[in-house]
């Protein structure tokens, strides 16, 4: 059910859907309700219900998974494990929370988490934010990520492998959803860039590919009959240079534990400079390419999303201003900023305008 009362960061509804799938989505609700032969009063009362946010108790625990188990601290010759990156803030015993890594800064106040995780974007399980209602059935674990394509060591890696082999580190980034909502959050994760260098990409390896976990039976939309008209699973892809610069992470935590389920569980990738559609969540494979992939926006509104999709004040999406940005939770309001403030890492990745 969808909020009747639309926060000050949320584009309405219609706004944030396609057009041909909002209006099926309509029809489907009249025939559904009138197929129940819910009434006007009754369809009063489920909208009600829609403004029941739940409390922040219930939205964190509904995307809670049983805790992957810790790994050790690295020891003393350094074997992998967990090596501190940047900054001596904290002295990991287990994985959560990692190390903060101060190099990266908000500059501005952190999103709380129970704001977070009550709206996001996880289309597999819903198209109205309340992602968290859905993801009972999700069983992110155990878990495997298979990497390969164009590399000399295609390899598959499970949770514990990835927790093993990789350095966690914590960073606080900002996050901005092409819907023009953002939010502040602290990742744990590792940078992709080392991971790709476990299966030593080829030379003609120009292009990176990523594909969520497809399984109908868990998750609701995804498996809804009829099937919403989206190109499952869904994908998404870099160009080599971006998916290996430092700031690319692939997160298995967030404030400090695991990912909860709506934020992508076991893991998830974050690209801070880019519009948030681009951090693929629930990553089952990584493919390098010789040509960029489809990813599932641009198959779907190629009009509206295209592959690059980086933040830009100045390029308005063709239903919506990019000039301003709004939180989640305070609604507090911010200018946009180029490549949403990581230009100093990335602006060297494009061409000048
Ligand atoms: N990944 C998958 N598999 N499915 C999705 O629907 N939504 C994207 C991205 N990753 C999405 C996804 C969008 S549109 C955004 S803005 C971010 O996840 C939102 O991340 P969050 O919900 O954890 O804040």
Redesign the pocket.
Known sequence: MQFIIRRPWQLSQRDHTPEAVYLRQKLHRRQFLASLGVSAAGIGALLLQGCDKGTDDEVLKAGNYEPIPTAPAADANGEPGHEPIVGDSVAPQGMYPARRNDKFEYGRAETVEAQ?AR??????FDSSKM?WRYVTKFQPSPWTVEVDGLCAKPRTFDLDDLHKLMPLEERAYR?R???TWA?CVPWTGFRLSELLKLVEPQPAAKFVAFE?FDRPSQAPHRGASPPPSYPWP?T?GLTIAEATNELTLLATGMYGHTLLK???APV?LVVPWK????????IVRITLADKPPAT??NTLMPDEYDFEANVNPHVSHPRWSQRVEKMLGSGEKHPTVIYNGYGSYVADLYPKA
Do not use: D, L, P
């Open positions: 977070a709206y996001t974007n996880f289309y597999e992602s996050h959803c092409v819907e939010m969520t869904y998404e709506q934020h992508g998830r519009y948030g559609f681009k951090s693929i969540k629930s599932f926006w």
